[in-house]
């Protein structure tokens, strides 16, 4: 019996069954636990489960599937499945979306010493995970990566051209910004120590697609990391859940770990989408203005047109998990012109008082605009989002 697993079997604390009960009937706890993040992901389940068998025999191991109660009746299935099998379960998390905030509740579900974290969509290779615990076991890392850019990684099959390039200019930046040498930081496939995601769990940001990057980011720079070579597949089932909206939560990942939390993920795919709403503004005032429109009346219809896209585009991406539909949506959106309007006022009040106290032009502005963009984002989160 190797250490772990005979500190596991010590577990097994004689008080823990009270006097009278019979015995649990599966006396060892696990080893490992796989952490399965799923969204729309039915039709991939049973094929996981029978290779993650193959792969972790003589392993005692279990997995947990995460499922954000998708529509496809994902965490029905596993919930059968784990009918059938003990080592199976599932957490079905209602009203939330985030791939982050899945894993990082799927392992602190976990009692088991060792987590690993794999796609539901069979693109990571689950036979590295004998080898990624081996690593772990004999104490020659605290983190192991399964990675497609070191020997023995190749990331062609499981992606497109665009992914390709989206992929590598991700890890650059992410390499550099949070200093480290890890090849594969967007990689959604590691196995762990349980403690490093316990001491790091304040820390982490629930929101979010890169929950690796995360982990690196928020652990002791002392913490060792391995990186183990595979070739990422093919999805094999189902469709992808990556669009702009995770692009954009990267980076406010980044922003968020390089201003330590003070910046929150959010913020800046609320920005970017008011980047939107400055073009939305300028073009909606020059048609205005070639209708005829005076100047006040056109400037007047160009705000409300960009504050009406910026609710939009904010629902539909910043805010998709909260999104608001029917008559929410409009109640949402009158909520949301309102509070732009006063924070129009916030932003005036505080660059004209900068600006009469001898400040520089563009540093009242700047200040007035921060103050506005802030004001924006606190209030309408929430009050017309709720969060
Ligand atoms: N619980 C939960 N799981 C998610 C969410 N979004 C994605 N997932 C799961 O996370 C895993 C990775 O998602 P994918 O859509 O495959 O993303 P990807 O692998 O980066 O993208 P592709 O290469 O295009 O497949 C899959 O198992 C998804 O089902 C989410 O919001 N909540
Ligand atoms: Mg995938």
């Known amino acids: 019996m190797t250490k772990d697993i005979a500190a596991a079997a010590s577990m097994r604390l004689p008080n823990a069954v009270p006097a009278g009960a019979s015995a649990p009937l599966r006396t060892l706890p696990p080893i490992l636990t796989v952490v399965v993040p799923t969204y729309n992901e039915r039709q991939n389940l049973r094929e996981l489960v029978n290779r993650l068998h193959v792969a972790l025999d003589g392993v005692n191991w279990e997995m947990v599937f995460v499922d954000d109660d998708s529509p496809d009746g994902t965490s029905a299935l596993a919930k059968s499945l784990s009918r059938r099998d003990s080592r199976i379960r599932c957490l079905r998390r209602v009203g939330r979306r985030g791939l982050s905030g899945a894993c990082i509740e799927g392992i602190l579900s976990s009692a088991a010493?060792?987590?690993?974290?794999?796609?539901?969509?069979?693109q990571h290779d689950e036979t590295l995970l004998p080898k990624m615990l081996t690593e772990l076991r004999e104490d020659r890392c605290e983190i192991v990566v399964g990675s497609r850019f070191v020997e023995g990684g190749a990331a062609d099959a499981g992606f497109n051209a665009t992914r390709q390039v989206i992929s590598k200019l991700g890890r650059r930046f992410a390499?550099?910004?949070?200093?480290?040498?890890v090849k594969d930081t967007m990689s959604g496939f590691f196995m762990l120590r349980r403690e490093v995601v316990e001491d790091a769990?304040?820390?982490?940001?629930?929101?979010?697609?890169?929950?690796l990057a995360d982990i690196l980011a928020s652990s002791p720079?002392?913490?060792?990391?391995?990186?183990?070579?595979?070739?990422f597949r093919q999805?094999?089932?189902?469709?992808?859940?990556?669009?702009?909206?995770?692009?954009?939560?990267?980076l406010g990942l980044i922003v968020s770990k390089l201003t330590r939390g003070v910046v929150p993920v959010s913020f800046v795919s609320f920005l970017l989408v008011?980047?939107?709403g400055v073009v939305l503004h300028l073009a909606a005032l020059k048609v205005a203005l070639l209708a005829g429109l005076t100047f006040f009346a056109a400037q007047t219809l160009a705000t409300l047109v960009a504050m009406a896209c910026n609710f939009v585009v904010n629902n539909l991406t910043t805010y998709r998990n909260a999104r608001l539909r029917g008559w929410a949506w409009l109640r949402g959106l009158a909520m949301f012109c309102g509070i732009c309007s006063l924070s129009a006022l916030a932003n005036i009040g505080?660059?004209?008082w900068l600006f009469e106290h001898d400040q520089t032009w563009w540093a009242a502005g700047l200040a007035g605009i921060v103050m506005g963009a802030t004001w924006n984002y606190a209030v309408s989160a929430r009050l017309v989002w709720r969060k």
């Open 350 to 352: 505080v660059a004209t």
């Open 201 to 211: 769990a304040p820390q982490l940001c629930p929101e979010g697609f890169k929950i």
């Open 175 to 181: 390499q550099a910004v949070l200093r480290t040498a």
């Open 113 to 122: 010493p060792y987590v690993a974290v794999i796609d539901g969509d069979l």
């Open 274 to 276: 008011g980047g939107v």
């Open 221 to 231: 720079e002392t913490t060792r990391v391995k990186e183990l070579g595979y070739e």
């Open 235 to 250: 999805r094999h089932a189902g469709v992808s859940k990556f669009d702009a909206k995770v692009a954009l939560d990267f």
